[in-house]
């Protein structure tokens, strides 16, 4: 008898609140229940959001003051599943652990909100979050069924890359199956999430387990993941639902895109009456070009009258107003510099050289007077006519102009080719494109839902922001097909010659 279930993916995007994003959260569902769903996964850290280009202000034995004040946010968008910084396992699952008093239940209500969700609809709901415990974050993904609850929870053992900066590392205890009955259909299900599934014994682990169905919430839109999804399903002849958010850049936290977030919140919080010093900066120089734009740059070291001829005025910049501007006494010219104005009519200013004897090319003398600058010519160098090492593959759309000093700059064409490879194509789609609208993806999505044998049976969804939802009615006795010529961790994998441990977690097949 066929054991068939609807099962979906859901493609979204975390919202500016965590209470958004749970009201979203709900309206997917129910959008989903109406089409006959039995079980609905999210993406990787969908409540909690996932930081994507954010630095938190950190390089190696460096971290700042705004970063922190990132990371703060960060912390305050995650959520409290009411679990301790170790995980209590069965304790939390079963709801054993302490309640503090005067409190109907641990941490901030999110567990709640998604068990009642999950037993109105009838979805069975795998919900990829940050989640806080203590002090310290954990990338996490929860199993709620409609009749018991929340049934389990799996912590990110390894976190990606600068993802260790701000995650920490979760318990391989948590990598049991769960095992649920739904519509007489018996399901053992496990997740790993994102590059675990880059982690051969990791994934093996599940494999010993009799994993049926096989949950990957991921990050992960790089176009090597579907391939890796197939191969997981095939090497372990089970389902597999990967979801992935998609993301456009205007989509980012407040506090990701602007860096200034941390002056003007901390001002705000903790207003203080005492004025910090002001510290002077170095002096600099201000150039007035033609048309009224100013430049500013370090001034030299004053030498005295007449030493060097100097009779240019500048004016100088001794604090951090821009308005306060004072001059120097004695004069003091800057560095001579050479202007080029290239065909579209932009202008290039570079240094000069030390005499104009050396190219023939008259210094440019900057000073309160309107005169135009001097034009140089621009000369115009074939792409054929460039080692292609020395400008890293130039595209065709780019012009390469020499300046006085015999360097090389690429200047984007006002006429690029009607043809282009997909590499030009893309660039210059960036180039192009509005960033300060922040319309450009910075995560393609990629969801898709995954046979036994590795057939794609819904996806990859692509570029779609809100409302991506996948869907696939499954024979789960297909998985039980697929071992007649393959099971790798029973008949076809040698446990007589190789055998896996993992330390806290018994990775025998539940019962």
Not at 148 to 155: A, F, H, L, N
Not at 385 to 394: A, I, R, T, W, Y
Request: with cysteine; net charge negative.
């Amino acid at each position: 008898m066929p054991q068939c279930l609807t099962v979906a993916v859901s493609q979204s995007c975390t919202l500016s609140t965590t209470s958004a994003t749970l009201s979203a959260l709900a309206s997917t569902t129910q959008q989903a229940a109406h089409r006959g769903t039995h079980l609905l996964l999210f993406p990787g850290a969908y409540l909690g959001g996932y930081p994507r280009t954010c630095t938190f202000g950190s390089s190696v034995g460096s971290r700042s003051d705004i970063g922190r004040e990132q990371f703060l946010r960060h912390f305050h968008d995650a959520v409290d599943l009411g679990d301790t910084p170790a995980g209590a396992g069965d304790e939390w699952v079963e709801r054993r652990l302490e309640i503090a008093k005067g409190q109907d239940f641990r941490g901030d209500g999110t567990r709640e909100a998604l068990e009642k969700l999950a037993r109105e609809t009838g979805v069975f709901l795998v919900v990829g979050l940050v989640e806080r415990a203590g002090g310290s974050l954990y990338c996490a993904a929860v199993y709620v069924c409609p009749r018991e609850g929340c049934i389990g929870k799996r912590r990110k053992v390894m976190p990606t890359g600068s993802e260790r900066l701000i995650w920490a590392q979760g318990s391989p205890s948590t990598l049991r199956a769960v095992t649920t009955t739904i519509e007489g259909v018996k399901l053992t299900l496990a997740s790993a999430i994102c590059w675990e599934n880059y982690m051969p014994l990791l994934r093996f682990s599940l494999y010993s387990q009799n994993v049926n169905l096989y949950l990957a919430p991921t990050a992960d839109a790089r176009d090597t993941w579907l391939p890796l999804m197939q191969t997981i399903a095939c090497e372990g002849r089970t389902f597999v639902l990967s979801a992935n958010q998609c993301v456009k850049r205007k989509h980012l936290p407040a506090w990701i895109k602007d860096d200034t977030i941390s002056k003007d919140w901390r001002a705000d919080k903790c207003h203080s009456n005492k004025s910090p010093q002001r510290q002077l900066r170095r002096s600099s120089t201000i150039t007035k070009t033609d048309d009224n734009h100013e430049i500013t740059w370090p001034l030299p070291e004053p030498e005295p009258i007449g030493a060097n001829g100097s009779k240019f005025s500048s004016e100088v910049v001794q604090n951090d107003n821009p308005s306060s501007i004072a001059q120097v006494t004695p004069k003091v010219s800057r560095r001579m510099s050479v202007v080029t104005k290239i065909e579209d009519n932009h202008e290039i200013t570079w240094p000069s050289l030390e005499t104009t004897s050396q190219n023939n090319l008259p210094p440019i003398q900057h000073s309160d007077d309107k005169a135009s600058p001097t034009l140089l010519p621009l000369t115009t160098i074939p792409t054929d006519d460039v080692d292609e090492g020395d400008l890293n593959s130039p595209s065709s759309f780019h012009r390469l102009a020499k300046t006085p000093s015999n360097h090389l700059i690429a200047l984007p064409s006002s006429n690029p080719p009607s043809q282009s490879t997909p590499k030009e194509s893309s660039t210059l789609s960036a180039i192009n494109s509005d960033s300060s609208a922040g319309e450009e993806f910075i995560c393609r999505g990629g969801s898709c839902i995954i046979s036994p044998t590795g057939a794609v049976l819904a996806g990859p969804l692509w570029e779609v922001e809100t409302g991506g939802l996948l869907f696939a009615t499954v024979d789960f006795e297909d998985c039980e097909r697929g071992r007649l010529d393959l099971d790798v961790a029973g008949s076809y994998g040698r446990g007589d010659a190789f055998e896996l441990r993992v330390r806290g977690l018994d990775i025998s097949p539940p019962s």
